[in-house]
């Protein structure tokens, strides 16, 4: 796979782009300015525009429309992971069949977050961007620079990700060996492991036609590859649990990955037939994108592998710990992350962005969307992990206390998850910082050393912790190695990529932390006096809401504003 990102000059604007194709939210014409043509477009009449060096910079309205799409389907997707995970709850347990099929699920996390979320959009993104640019700079080049992309990188990531699976397959005993020793059920885990491991296929070009779509500013088909995931998991586990028993999530895992490509690929198909094929030689002076470098793809591989490595760690650590263990990681940590989820949409939709304004040279545009990126995302998270601390017993009581999971599992995945809430937002700040030192010019290894701090931290912590807690200690040794790692990002952001205000931002993250720490009390207070678990958890995240909004507005903490102006416009309107 190659491809190399280079800074460019400033990029003219172009003429207008055709309209978009059904159901998507933008396009890229042949000039490679992103957005609609017409009023019938997605985006009508107030599309993404193209500045004076943007090179189909995408306009606020585009982002609005394309985070709440991508909100609407991640929510969706998210539900239906929650379906999932009660599935596995009331069919299995929390015992050692769930333990080894957790085991053998770390196969398409890890591919999750190295093909999709992390490596792959990390560096495809940048890569398609700068052919999206160097497209516009020319009328009609010949060859197109964004196909030139794909012919020389999708062949190669091919055969990479068959041969990855094969092997994993083959080597499935040892994997499962070397993930957790001395599991209860190893043969359970190896067959699981043996089914995930087509997700290293599946997984790699699903993650290859999300950069490709995204960067073209289509979002939503990439947002519906969790929602197709989870369908195919529960699906299958519901026709062939009596016939396979655990081994039938596993199946759905596996169909669930070939569901992640077949949902991409009519959005794909559609930004391929925009340009004529190939065809000649290539012209003298036409715009190249030329190979990538190891020195590129190194620093992203490490930095995701280290990223994911933490859940291996979590789990090799929980597993001489009694049966169980492993599970209620698991489904904590499911829980807990949702809000980070949430969080990070909208600096999903807006990586592109940076990645334009980095490639034209406009860092100043990019500081700006990147700390009104944190600020929100810090908003979101914050909300979230205190309604998680405040209400835990509540929120796993009514996702999975039924069938095999009984109120013992309750109480000890909810205590879990309130530990494991004390680092979401160090790793909310982590998934959106590395966006950042991604989308520069050339590659970065400070965000793989810093994750590495990290992951050393996580590990010592771990061991030692887990002597004293159990399966707290994991969590909160995970908490605090994620936490070091934000830390380290956030510090050197303005010195290695977007010139961020690192001391602004902080003062602006301090001022959100203190809000949510007065509001995770309200909501403990309000969730404990009401008795029933559902209004108890409802009651309590309109508490928490309403005092965290307050306090942010009163210490005057940045976007505040921005969350509060429609409620402050209907209320001078109803005036």
Same mark, same amino acid.
């Given at each position: 796979m190659s491809e190399t990102?280079?800074?460019?000059?400033?990029?003219?604007?172009?003429?207008?782009?055709?309209?978009?194709?059904?159901?998507?939210?933008? #396009?890229?014409? *042949? +000039?490679?300015? /992103?957005?609609t043509g017409g009023a019938g477009g997605p985006t009508g009449p107030g599309g993404p525009k193209t500045g004076a060096s943007g090179g189909g910079l995408f306009s606020g309205k585009f982002l609005a429309r394309a985070a709440f799409l991508t909100a609407l389907l991640t929510a969706a997707g998210a539900l239906l992971g929650l379906l999932r995970?009660? +599935?596995? $709850? @009331?069919?299995?347990?929390?015992?050692?069949? +769930?333990? *080894?099929f957790l085991v053998a699920w770390t196969v398409p996390e890890v591919a999750s977050t190295l093909l999709i979320e992390d490596a792959m959009a990390l560096i495809l993104v940048p890569a398609f961007s700068l052919a999206l640019a160097r497209r516009a700079t020319h009328q009609d080049p010949e060859p197109d620079p964004v196909r030139v992309l794909m012919r020389t990188t999708l062949p190669r990531l091919f055969l990479a990700l068959t041969a990855g699976a094969a092997l994993l397959v083959a080597a499935a005993p040892w994997v499962v060996a070397a993930l957790a020793p001395g599991l209860p059920e190893p043969q359970v885990a190896v067959d699981c492991t043996r089914l995930t491991a087509t997700c290293a296929f599946s997984m790699g070009l699903a993650g290859y036609m999300s950069a490709a779509l995204r960067a073209h500013g289509s979002f939503v088909a990439p947002a519906m590859i969790y929602t197709s995931y989870n369908v195919g998991i529960i699906t299958t586990m519901l026709l062939l649990s009596d016939r396979l028993g655990v081994r039938a999530a596993a199946a759905g895992?596996?169909?669930?990955?070939?569901?992640?490509?077949? !949902?991409?690929?009519? #959005?794909?198909? &559609? &930004?391929?037939?925009?340009?004529?094929?190939?065809t000649g030689r290539e012209p003298k002076g036409t715009p190249r994108v030329p190979p990538v470098a190891l020195g590129l793809l190194a620093p992203v591989i490490v930095f995701a592998l280290s990223r994911q490595s933490q859940v291996l760690i979590e789990r090799f650590l929980a597993a001489p710990l009694p049966a169980g263990a492993i599970s209620h990681l698991n489904y904590a940590q499911k829980v807990a992350q949702m809000p980070m989820v949430l969080s990070l949409m909208l600096c999903t939709v807006t990586f592109p962005v940076v990645a334009r304004a980095m490639a034209a040279g406009e860092t100043d545009r990019a500081r700006r969307r990147v700390e009104r990126d944190l600020a929100m995302a810090g908003i979101i998270v914050l909300v979230g992990a205190a309604t998680v601390i405040a209400c835990a017993p509540q929120i796993i009581e009514v996702l999975f206390q039924r069938g095999a999971f009984d109120r013992a599992d309750t109480a000890a995945t909810a205590a879990v998850m309130r530990v494991y809430a004390l680092g979401l937002l160090g790793h909310t700040l982590v998934g959106a910082l590395v966006r950042c030192y991604f989308s520069a010019a050339r590659p970065l290894w400070f965000p793989a050393l810093a994750m590495l701090v990290g992951l050393a931290l996580t590990t010592v912590a771990g061991a030692l912790l887990v002597q004293v807690w159990g399966v707290l200690g994991i969590a909160a040794a995970n908490a605090l190695g994620i936490t070091v790692t934000a830390a380290l990002l956030l510090h050197g952001l303005a010195r290695h990529s977007v010139p961020l205000r +690192?001391?602004?931002? /902080?003062? *602006?993250? !301090?001022?959100? %932390?203190?809000? #949510?720490?007065?509001? /995770?009390?309200?909501?403990?207070?309000?969730?404990?006096? !009401?008795?029933?678990?559902?209004?108890?958890?409802?009651? $309590?995240?309109?508490? %928490? *809401?309403?005092?965290?909004?307050? %306090?942010? @507005?009163?210490? &005057?903490?940045?976007?505040?504003?921005? !969350?509060? &102006?429609?409620v402050t416009r209907k209320l001078a309107h109803a005036r």
């Open positions: 990102r280079q800074s460019l000059p400033g990029i003219p604007p172009q003429p207008g782009p055709p309209r978009a194709a059904a159901g998507e939210i933008g #396009a890229t014409g *042949a +000039t490679g300015a /992103t957005g995970d009660q +599935t596995i $709850a @009331h069919l299995y347990g929390a015992g050692p069949d +769930t333990d *080894a895992v596996a169909a669930g990955g070939v569901l992640m490509v077949l !949902v991409q690929g009519p #959005a794909l198909w &559609r &930004r391929l037939k925009e340009r004529r094929p190939v +690192t001391r602004y931002m /902080t003062g *602006a993250l !301090v001022k959100l %932390i203190a809000a #949510a720490a007065a509001s /995770t009390g309200s909501g403990w207070l309000c969730g404990a006096l !009401v008795p029933s678990p559902v209004l108890g958890a409802t009651a $309590a995240f309109v508490v %928490i *809401a309403v005092v965290f909004l307050g %306090i942010a @507005h009163a210490l &005057r903490a940045p976007e505040i504003d921005t !969350v509060l &102006r429609p």
